[in-house]
């Protein structure tokens, strides 16, 4: 799996109202963006962090699938409705928020778009990536377990950071293996489309995403290449156990206990950092278009108290949704000491937290008032730099 790379703005293009068909109670309207096609009845300020969020969601998909995915030829349609009756309607599938039904991706909003609705896109959106991009078919516990990997992804304004683990499903994961209650990696690979949508078991799919993530993050990233080269042999039609052998050069039992070891030692917290990392991204993005526009703040408080009475500025063409502010900084103030500091001739936003760990959130703007692309980085404080608290 790549880094995350820089975030492409999508054009907002005006609205051309569609027919609507007997299925659809209300008339949607039609967004088209870089990468797609939107399709909603929510309000345009709502759909507009729809566009947002999925334009860099696309490319998202494509840095970290690069070595096996082609490239999007055509934009993605993607219906996100209001009413969970009109979703049903249109073809949802019965107690489902959303779904990629082959030929387009449908999902319920809601007024918030809260990080429920995003990860549900964010998974399917992967299935129909895939589908749009990757030739061939990969096993269904690797294609549920990208999706899930790609569902867990918190966006931060101008990227996503991936890898967080969240606590309660790592719980999850290390009970099942503790209790016996895992399939080999050899019967993970058997299972066939068909058995697992007859049997939609939570801990299918938490087995899934942890034996992804075990290959993208474990062991500091070691079996990355050979993650790809086995997703790229798969996907043009070779059998599973070749394309292993291929890729890994051994059998499954090394791997299957090298993955078990991996969940079994992670702490009740698995990954705090990257959770203050995911803060320090967002609220730098807002905090660098402040700056760009010439708002500046003496101290981390001020920067705040600006946030959360809605009166940070941005140039135009640097929109970000004030949405995803305004949630973001509930949890994220909590998690340390926020301070703005000058390095050299430039400001940074930094967080030092209780247990010792100090980042700096980065940011470069152009002489035209806008926030440069792809200058949004996170780097960690050194000890020279520490508040010494």
């Known amino acids: 799996m790549g880094r995350a790379i820089r975030f492409i703005t999508a054009a907002f293009v005006g609205l051309a109202c569609l027919s609507t068909t007997s299925s659809q109670a209300a008339p949607l309207k039609r967004y088209e963006t870089r990468y797609y096609i939107i399709y909603s009845d929510l309000d345009e300020a709502v759909v507009r ?5 999925v334009c860099s969601m696309a490319e998202e998909y494509h840095a970290r699938t690069q070595g096996f995915a082609g490239q999007i030829a055509k934009k993605l349609p993607f219906y ?4 969970p009756k009109d979703y049903y309607a ?12 082959g030929e387009k991706l449908m999902a319920i909003g809601n007024a918030d778009l809260g990080l429920d609705v995003w990860h549900v896109v964010q998974h399917e959106g992967f299935h129909q990536f895939l589908h749009a991009v990757v030739g061939g078919d990969i096993p269904i516990w690797m294609n549920e377990g990208l999706a899930e990997y790609f569902g867990e992804g918190v966006f931060t304004g101008d990227g ?3 890898g967080i683990i969240p606590a309660q499903r790592a719980a999850r994961v290390k009970a099942m293996i503790q209790q016996g209650r895992s399939l080999s990696i050899q019967q993970m690979m058997q299972v066939q489309h068909e058995a697992w949508n007859n049997h939609m078991s939570i801990e299918n799919y938490d087995q899934a995403w942890s034996m992804v993530y075990f290959l993208a993050h474990g062991k500091s990233g070691a079996y990355q290449d050979e993650f790809n080269r086995f997703l790229q042999l798969v996907s043009r039609g070779d059998p599973w156990v070749e394309a292993w052998a291929a890729a890994f050069g051994r059998g499954t039992r090394e791997f299957e206990q090298q993955w078990k070891e991996f969940w079994l030692e992670q702490p009740a917290e698995p990954t705090p950092e990257l959770v203050v990392r995911s803060c320090v991204a967002t609220l730098t993005s807002f905090y660098a278009r402040a700056f760009s526009q010439k708002q500046y703040f003496e101290t981390a408080e001020a920067f705040f ?6 009166k940070l500025k941005s140039n135009a063409q640097d929109w970000l949704p004030p949405a995803l502010l305004q949630r973001e900084l509930k949890r994220c103030k909590k998690l340390g000491e926020w301070r703005v500091a000058k390095r050299g001739s430039k400001w940074e936003l930094r967080c030092e937290t209780d247990w010792g760990l100090g980042l700096a959130g980065q940011f ?4 035209n008032g806008r926030v440069k692309d792809g200058s949004i980085k996170v780097v960690a404080l050194k000890e020279k730099e520490r508040s010494g608290r």
């Open 49 to 53: 962090e729809a566009e947002h969020r």
């Open 80 to 83: 996100l409705f209001s009413e």
């Open 90 to 101: 249109a073809g949802g599938l019965p107690g489902s928020a959303g779904v990629f039904n």
């Open 160 to 162: 996503y950071v991936m």
């Open 305 to 310: 108290q600006a946030a959360e009475a809605g």
């Open 364 to 367: 470069q703007v152009t002489s």
